[in-house]
């Protein structure tokens, strides 16, 4: 199958809702956090209770990836989403705008890895990945996680990575699944290969 060029009408219409869609979702996300980590500070694992839930900042730079299937698309999606929750009042202020980049980044990469040709599993596996690593050195930066004790590094590391892939591969891949199948992207090609 040939691959399409450029952004049509309906694309950037689609990055606009799921910018909105997840900006939201987003900002319920760091509340949610919040709620997790108090749940979790007498046992003293407060530290991971935005990464049990961390691969969710990832699904809009994953859904816009995987359905539009057009290089820098993720990481549009991810930035526009991410101001919107600014926007809307998340407390971390604009800092997460640039987290948004990365993250975006991070996933493109992942379907750069297979020069925007693929768009399965592998490639929604590969953004989760890649996203997680570019976000840990990014949370590293700006969190000065390195005074933390090396298990906890690692531990941060891999819930990370487990959440990422829950998140924004194997969600995002089930629901993107059903909605072509119900009709709802009928135009457009998921799960295509581009020789």
């Known amino acids: 199958m040939k691959k399409k060029k450029g952004l049509q009408l309906k694309d950037i219409i689609l990055i606009g809702i799921l910018s909105v869609l997840f900006g939201v979702i987003y900002l319920g996300a760091v509340q949610l956090g919040v709620v997790l980590g108090t749940v979790l ?3 003293g694992l407060s530290i991971f209770a935005n990464e049990i839930i961390f691969g969710i900042w990832f ?37 997460i705008f640039v987290s948004g980049f990365v993250q ?14 693929r768009y399965n599993w592998k490639s929604l596996i590969s953004g989760a990945v ?7 050195i990014w949370g590293i930066v700006r969190s000065d996680f390195l ?34 199948k119900s009709g709802v992207l ?3 090609p998921l ?3 581009y020789e």
């Open 41 to 43: 500070t007498p046992f």
């Open 130 to 136: 890649f996203a997680t690593i570019l976000s840990y």
């Open 104 to 117: 975006g980044i991070g996933f493109d990469a992942g379907f750069a890895m297979y020069r925007y040709r």
């Open 147 to 180: 005074g933390l004790d090396w298990k906890i590094l690692v531990g941060i590391f891999v819930i990370r990575l487990i959440s990422a892939i829950f998140f924004s591969a194997v969600l995002v891949k089930l629901t993107c699944d059903r909605l072509e």
């Open 59 to 95: 699904m809009a730079a994953a859904f816009a990836g995987y359905i539009i299937q057009t290089p820098g698309v993720a990481t549009i999606t991810e930035m526009i989403a991410a101001l919107i929750e600014v926007f809307m009042g998340n407390y971390y202020g604009p800092i």
């Open 186 to 188: 009928a135009s457009y």
């Open 191 to 193: 799960g295509q290969s």
